[in-house]
């Protein structure tokens, strides 16, 4: 588990089953900016799925808290039948609110800090075709196209892989 990670009013933290219902309220106002047409009825209990993935034993939730509130949350484990040294980062996202304020790349630099402990060193992320800004943050960031993961015609998202710097 990742130690607090503090830098001045802001503390980056493993994520608490009591964070739930405002991690999937963050999440929500995230996934609103880039579905032009209003977040899609997709049928999933968003509380209880960031409350399964809070506890898994072999995942990891992080949560950007400043000022008491959280307003940064990241999801990784290593996905199924994947190579042991690679992690997939399932969901990352900042509140709209705190977006170009160094948020993210706090949070990315504690996922990052957290994958070098565990030894992982490959990470990889779907992201939505729509969601150019993320995009260009992954990008920023050194994330790149995955070859091994092309897009196919039609895909809602692009895949992208990230090579962990070692030690």
Not at 5 to 16: D, F, Q, S
Not at 80 to 89: A, D, I, N, W
Not at 109 to 137: I, K, P, S
């Amino acid at each position: 588990m990742i130690e607090d990670r503090v830098t001045g009013r802001r503390v980056i933290r493993t994520a608490l089953s009591a964070d739930t219902q405002a991690v999937a309220a963050l999440h929500a106002r995230a996934r609103a900016t880039y579905y032009p047409d209003g977040l899609p009825q997709d049928g999933i209990d968003w509380p209880a799925a960031w409350l399964s993935a809070v506890r898994r034993p072999d995942g990891q939730v992080l949560c950007f808290v400043e000022q008491g509130r959280i307003v940064g949350v990241a999801s990784f484990r290593v996905p199924e039948g994947s190579p042991g040294r690679t992690v997939k980062l399932f969901q990352f996202h900042v509140d709209p609110d705190h977006w170009r304020r160094g948020v993210g790349s706090e949070l990315h630099a504690a996922c990052v800090e957290a994958w070098q402990a565990d030894g992982r060193r490959t990470a990889v992320l779907d992201v939505h075709v729509d969601n150019r800004r993320a995009q260009a943050f992954y990008a920023r960031h050194g994330w790149l196209p995955d070859p091994e993961n092309p897009p196919a015609e039609g895909a809602h998202h692009l895949f992208l892989r990230y090579a962990v710097p070692g030690e």
